[in-house]
């Protein structure tokens, strides 16, 4: 497999390439497409939800919302088995709902109570849940890339033929130890899928001007390591990559990139005002090239979902969020006694 490369490179304002302009992709079943537009709903309402309570106070710390990147992680999901991990940085609500984590721990989470996923303590940037193969928001960037890089040698170590996806954004595809990383990845032939989540901006800085090479895919070149750009706003682009580079990987030839051509709705995280933007982008992509939307037309168009059908998802999706919301008010804070649980582990003598 050749490492992909695309002509066109991307400038500040360029936005991902619409699926007419990259040619077909294969489409989803009946059952995959209402899938995925029901988990890219779930995933839509809850951060709006999570966006409302940090406005009132009952979410606080850092807060980063996934809205507008949804295909990307419900897509590469599609592609996984039981035993494969996950692991990302820390705009990651959306990625634990795709691994199918409940709402309500993860929303309990976010208001520090004590059935959140790291019993209050963790707050939005640091949760996990090993039954799910979640390995974690990360605060640090690109500190994620090395352990997911571990969670492949693991695989490896063990004989088994599961993946690590390592999620990580294009700010941090400039960190030094992601280069360290795909080189012992490479090296030992670990089964490690990157996902490079580029949506433009990093933190406000535009890739044109914080990247020499704004081809992402490639980034891996010198190491060996395969890459491909993906239209990471069509949900059926990303499953057809992901299963490209899962059985890759499976079949012990090492790690390979999957740059993701996506983009956020929202600033960096809730204090950004994302001045640097002009509105009309935003709604342009929200118009041409929403994730969901282009689901929806697509089930309305070949009649697998009438307008009420889709109603009736919407209903239970929002149900299920107003639910987890409620949950995450009424559930008790932390006891004391918990402040120092978790922090260190116990050796045997």
Not at 124 to 134: D, N, R, T, V
Not at 162 to 190: I, P, R
Not at 296 to 312: G, P
Request: net charge neutral.
């Amino acid at each position: 497999m050749a490492v992909a490369k695309d002509k066109a490179q991307p400038s500040a304002a360029r936005r991902p390439d619409k699926p007419s302009e990259q040619g077909s992709v294969p489409e989803l079943s009946k059952e995959q497409s209402v899938s995925a537009y029901r988990d890219m709903l779930l995933i839509r309402r809850f951060e709006e939800k999570a966006g409302q309570m940090y406005g009132m106070g009952l979410i606080g710390g850092f807060c980063h919302l996934y809205i507008g990147q949804e295909a990307v992680v419900v897509g590469m999901q599609m592609a996984l088995k039981p035993g494969d991990g996950v692991i990302t940085g820390y705009r990651d609500h959306g990625h634990m709902l795709a691994c199918g984590m409940d709402p309500k721990g993860v929303m309990a989470e976010l208001t520090g109570r004590q059935h959140g996923y790291s019993r209050g303590k963790g707050g939005s940037m640091h949760m996990f849940s090993a039954e799910k193969g979640f390995y974690g928001g990360h605060g640090i960037v690109g500190a994620q890339v090395p352990l997911g890089t571990g969670l492949a040698f693991a695989s490896k170590y063990r004989g088994n033929d599961n993946v690590s996806l390592t999620y990580f954004g294009d700010g941090a595809a400039n960190q030094g130890q992601v280069y360290e990383s795909f080189n012992m990845a490479k090296l030992w032939k670990l089964p490690a899928v990157y996902i490079i989540e580029n949506n433009q901006y990093a933190m406000g800085t535009s890739l044109a001007r914080a990247s020499a090479n704004t081809d992402l895919s490639t980034r891996g070149a010198s190491f060996g390591i395969p890459g491909e750009r993906v239209d990471g706003m069509d949900v059926r682009a990303v499953k057809d990559a992901a299963e490209r580079a899962v059985t890759w990987c499976r079949e012990g030839n090492g790690p390979m990139i999957l740059e993701m051509l996506t983009y956020r709705y929202r600033g960096h995280s809730m204090s950004d005002p994302a001045k640097y933007r002009t509105r009309d982008e935003v709604e342009k992509v929200r118009n041409e090239q929403d994730p969901i939307e282009q689901v929806r037309r697509r089930l309305l168009e070949w009649k697998w979902a009438s307008e009420d059908d889709l109603k009736k998802i919407d209903a239970k999706v929002r149900d299920a969020v107003n639910e987890s919301a409620e949950f995450a008010t009424v559930d008790p804070e932390p006891d004391a006694s918990e402040l120092y649980t978790d922090i260190y582990a116990q050796a045997a003598r």
